[in-house]
């Protein structure tokens, strides 16, 4: 089986099945992929909070197509995920009007991360494991036409699935012939549900190998992880906040408010840092969606995360 690699010159912004392959590979070669970050590389270290307001953001900066020889409309693409480094900057950032909480924030926030250290420091006390990890990956929509990478679909694509770290396998539908798989979106770190809109951000090099299945065709992506959930954070005690709606949206928001005044009252972080300490550790679980008319959801922190000063 061939390896081989793929650079970051030339990402494309949007899902289009019209696009020419970067690479085409046999089933069974594996490819070391260099993405950027979510935002293009547009936030350096150097970066201030005022830059945020440039910053013109045109859909997640992908790494491909990589067309798979032989992959037709039916056939289900593995990807085998064989490691994964995180560059060393990361950052998370939020701006009103967007996120879980769009209306509870008046102005922008910019935290950013040293990702030569793991845990990554946040506040004295706090560090966060790293857990890489691609927070999208996807094949190519049947459909004709440019489409956004924001929302995630039957083909993959924007998913944020923290668990999809090293070792993980993915099965992505294949619509098109080819596959045309492309990556990108990297995180260092994130909590379930990824609440400020941001999670770690970071550019990403991932070895991937990638291998057909013909007798077997996913309606969307299924995944199988490694080992136990979150290994690096699931050491020690949690912390739980709950939400109730009839609404699932609205019971998550419910949470994670609770889950931003109970880190501000205990561990006396600012309201915007609690939010950033929400988006990048704390995991959203649906507990329970069948006693009508309301269902709940737990904001689950790891008190892993608080180390000596």
């Not at 990554?120 to 966060?128: E, K």
């Not at 077997?216 to 050491?235: C, D, H, M, S, Y």
């Amino acid at each position: 089986m061939a390896e081989y690699r793929l650079g970051s010159d030339e990402p494309h912004y949007a899902w289009d099945n019209s696009l020419e392959a970067k690479l085409t590979i046999d089933s069974g070669d594996t490819v070391t992929i260099h993405s950027r970050d979510a935002g293009d590389g547009f936030i350096t270290w150097d970066t201030e909070l005022e830059d945020l307001g440039k910053r013109e953001f045109k859909g997640h900066a992908l790494t491909g197509p990589i067309a798979i020889r032989g992959a037709a409309p039916g056939d289900t693409l593995q990807v085998e995920v064989l490691s994964l480094q995180p560059g060393e900057l990361g950052y998370t950032t939020f701006a009103p009007g967007r996120g879980l909480l769009p209306e509870d924030f008046e102005g922008a926030f910019l935290q950013k991360w040293d990702l030569t250290k793991d845990p990554t420091p946040f506040r004295p006390g706090i560090a966060i494991p790293l857990e890489p990890f691609l927070g999208v990956m996807g094949t190519a929509r049947a459909e004709e036409g440019e489409f956004s990478t924001g929302p995630p679909t039957a083909n993959g694509g924007n998913m944020d699935v923290k668990q999809l770290v090293a070792g993980s396998t993915v099965y992505l539908p294949v619509s098109v012939p080819g596959a045309l798989f492309s990556c990108g979106d990297g995180h260092a770190a994130q909590g379930d549900g990824e609440v400020c809109i941001t999670a770690i951000e970071t550019s990403m090099t991932s070895e991937l190998r990638f291998t057909l299945i013909k007798d077997w065709a996913v309606p969307e992506p299924q995944f199988k992880t490694p080992g136990p959930l979150t290994p690096r954070t699931n050491t020690e005690a949690w912390y739980g906040t709950t939400g109730h709606s009839p609404d699932l949206l609205e019971a998550s928001k419910i949470a994670v408010r609770h889950m931003i005044d109970y880190l501000v009252r205990v561990h006396e972080l600012t309201r915007e840092e609690a939010y950033i300490l929400c988006s990048v550790a704390v995991d959203l679980k649906v507990s329970e969606v069948v006693d009508a008319p309301n269902w709940v959801v737990s904001a689950l922190l790891p008190d892993s995360i608080f180390v000596d000063a």
